[in-house]
């Protein structure tokens, strides 16, 4: 309280930040970069746990018969559908076998109305398979969730084979079958069109609506689903299980469900794996520490993007904690996991979860994993983003001194005449203004002082001798009319004043960057919804759509960076905005650092990687005479921006795919890369209702626009 009633110690605390800020925003920004990427080093990160008890892992024996022989008769039964077409997936094979074990067998239509009219002009017709086994002793109240995607022979091709799924699926449920200890229901969903076909079935379980997805009503259901787990494995040769947890918009499973798979895995000598990546001997090692960095940043790369990494992804939207076990394909001659021990890796988490008595809330939903038996949570990953984002804020207050005049005026008057050297440059900016404000006072420093005109002496004295003057005789002298000269101007006055150029007075405060904020934010509006209006409107071009959608963006882009110079006024220098740069910036900051930390929230990733490359060029960015320095900050502006961060993407996730590409191709192939991102972006806000192009759109292009004002605003 002494702080903010004593007007010296407040002014003290300005000076030290108006004098050390640049330095402590540098500092603030370093120590959280490093201390952010050192939770994956072991010491500092905490081991996974079970917060829900009831799950009660491992606890009994599995019930499965030794060997499994069913599991090896669907699955040659299978093989033998298959084999007779390639290019379609046996669903009817598949909906008879699920009939024959006296389940609750419906199918389930839905139609595709596809958001970009220029790609496809039919509407897209799938069929979800879906069966139900009723608890015996409970009321349908609660219902657990195993889905499987339906792949074709062909579609296998590009993406994890399923066949082992489903044979596994329908071996598990004449299993279940038999068993009496259920008291919730299980439901068996196999999905068509990969999460188009579950975003379907999860809308009309829930009685939701799509303009997009058109699904029809479920002719029968369950109670509250409590989690879902989703099955991609192939039918031979499993290497080791793939754990995926990433949902769509960054949400995360609970962390209990993935301490529950991990456990009942290595129960069953099945090697678990997150991000392709096990688990290194040595964490505390350099070597492991780097190990566990890089599962830990892939981890992020993945949850940064907001694209569900499977098909649970889409139960997450629905409060239903979902992961995908993915059985990754190796050639033979390597050792391989048998299809009945992931077998019994499922029906464990099954049976855990059969347990549950209510829904998971006791453990985590927001962290990070660097390996599978370590976790860094919310607790712990927030204090270090917190200061690379508060480095920009403290930049913020600095200017906002800078420009406060209540500041600069109180700072300039208690400084004592004697005072040192080093507090005058403190206070600057305050004997700056005062500067500035005589000069405007004054004739002006670049016009030569005979050349002054009379009106603009009788103004600067008239400021001055206004308060000594009657106001008897400050009536008289409005009393004329309009159109009548003073007597103290002449016809030559006139002739002088019409040949000079005035430059119109810079708005102050407020005004001066509303201009800039409205122009960021119409340019905001018109990349989120350029690519409706351009699929839309200008079927007559007979190109792509993913073409269409990118040239687009393209020219919303070129449009923000060529609003400076549109939104230039007539002054001295035909290239600057009339503004005041400190508080454009200052709006900027402030603006960020609210995106920042209210992404953080949701999607740690995201935040983080923005707030990695924007945040330094951002506080660095400032208006400049010199030509080189000016296009340096252009530049890394231009690397930062949403555009450039997209091209960075798609750099990045050709080299992981192919590293043995030059350099050249590797840059050719990243924009087709940075065309298919955006596509799916888009496709992803219209089917899935993701918000990463909303935020791109809304939050951090025309933040991006207000920096890159700066450079063209008044020094």
């Known amino acids: 309280m002494g702080l903010l009633t004593d007007t010296k110690q407040r002014q003290i605390v300005l000076r030290m930040i108006l004098r050390y800020h640049q330095r402590l925003s540098i500092l603030l920004y370093i120590v959280g970069l490093v201390w952010f990427l050192a939770l994956a080093y072991r010491p500092l990160n905490a081991g996974t746990y079970f917060s829900e008890n009831a799950l009660l892992p491992g606890l009994v024996e599995s019930d499965l018969p030794h060997g499994f022989p069913s599991l090896n008769t669907y699955t040659d039964l299978l093989k033998a559908e298959i084999s007779k077409d390639k290019k379609r997936a046996p669903k009817e094979w598949i909906f008879k076998q699920l009939q024959s074990l006296g389940l609750d067998t419906y199918r389930h239509n839905f139609t595709i109305k596809y958001p970009f009219k220029m790609a496809i002009s039919q509407d897209l017709n799938g069929e979800n398979i879906f069966a139900i086994l009723r608890a015996r002793r409970g009321a349908s109240t609660e219902a657990l969730v195993m889905s499987v995607p339906l792949r074709s022979a062909a579609a296998q091709n590009q993406r994890t084979s399923t066949d082992g799924g489903i044979a596994l699926m329908l071996a598990l449920a004449s299993q279940f079958r038999k068993n009496t200890f259920w008291a919730k229901d299980v439901i068996f969903l196999l999905s068509e069109f990969e999460e188009v076909g579950v975003q379907a079935w999860l809308d009309a379980y829930h009685e939701s609506s799509s303009p997009y997805v058109i699904a029809d009503d479920l002719p029968a259901r369950s109670g509250a689903i ?106 033979k001659g390597v050792r391989n996991v048998p299809l009945e021990q992931v077998a019994r890796v499922v029906e464990g988490v099954f049976r855990s979860l059969n347990n549950l008595l209510e829904r998971f809330h006791q453990s985590f939903f927001f962290y990070i994993l660097p390996s599978t038996d370590r976790y860094i949570s919310i607790g712990l990953y927030m204090p270090p983003f917190a200061l690379m984002v508060v480095a920009g804020v403290l930049k913020a207050l600095a200017l906002w001194i800078m420009t406060h005049s209540d500041v600069e005026d109180t700072t300039d008057e208690k400084a004592p005449q004697d005072e040192t050297e080093e507090e005058k440059s403190a206070s600057g900016e305050g004997e700056q203004g005062e500067e500035k404000e005589t000069d405007d006072q004054g004739d002006g420093k670049d016009k030569p002082k005979g050349d002054t005109s009379p009106l603009l002496k009788r103004q600067s004295s008239g400021d001055k001798s206004k ?61 989120y919804t350029a690519p409706y209006v351009l699929t839309n409107f200008t079927p007559g071009l007979k190109m792509k759509t993913a073409d269409v959608i990118l040239y687009g963006i393209l020219a919303v882009f070129s449009a923000g960076l060529a609003y400076p110079y549109l939104m230039n006024r007539k002054t001295a220098h035909e290239d600057r905005i009339v503004s005041d740069w400190r508080l454009v910036k200052c709006v900027g900051l402030i603006v960020q650092g609210l995106t920042l930390f209210a992404v953080s929230l949701m999607n740690i990733s995201l935040a983080f990687f923005m707030a990695a490359v924007s945040v330094p060029v951002s506080m660095a960015v400032k208006p400049t005479r010199n030509i080189f320095l000016r296009t340096i900050l252009q530049l890394a502006l231009l690397i930062v921006s949403p555009m450039g961060v997209l091209f960075i993407a798609a750099v990045a996730n050709t080299t992981m795919h192919n590293s043995s590409l030059g350099l050249l191709a590797v840059l050719w192939q990243a924009i087709d890369e940075t065309k298919q991102l955006l596509f799916l972006l888009l496709v992803d806000q219209y089917l899935f209702y993701s918000w990463t192009y909303t935020l791109a759109s809304f939050a951090f292009l025309p933040t991006w626009l207000l920096f890159w004002a700066v450079p063209f605003c008044d020094n």
């Not at 301490?259 to 350099?286: F, G, I, Y």
């Not at 003073?486 to 810079?506: G, R, S």
């Open 467 to 527: 308060e000594d003057t009657p106001e008897e005789e400050i009536e008289e002298e409005g009393e004329g009319e309009q159109g009548d000269l003073p007597d103290h101007l002449t016809a030559e006055d006139l002739a002088d004043l019409e040949d000079q150029d005035f430059e119109p007075i810079a708005m102050t405060g407020v005004l001066s960057v509303m201009p800039v904020v409205l122009m960021s934010y119409l340019l905001g509006l018109m990349a």
């Open 226 to 331: 409590q989690a879902a787990i989703n099955l991609e494995l192939p039918s031979e040769n499993v290497r080791y299980l793939n754990l995926k947890l990433e949902g769509l918009n960054g949400q995360l499973p609970n962390l209990d469900l993935f301490n529950l798979a991990v456990k009942l895995s290595r129960r069953e000598s099945v090697p678990a794996t997150l991000q392709h990546r096990r688990d290194p001997h040595d964490q505390e090692s350099w070597e492991g520490y780097q190990h566990t960095l890089r599962t830990m940043l892939k981890m992020m790369w993945t949850q940064a993007s907001g694209a569900p990494s499977g098909n649970h992804g889409l139960f997450h939207r629905f409060h239903i904690e979902a992961l995908t076990i993915e059985g990754v394909h190796k050639k």
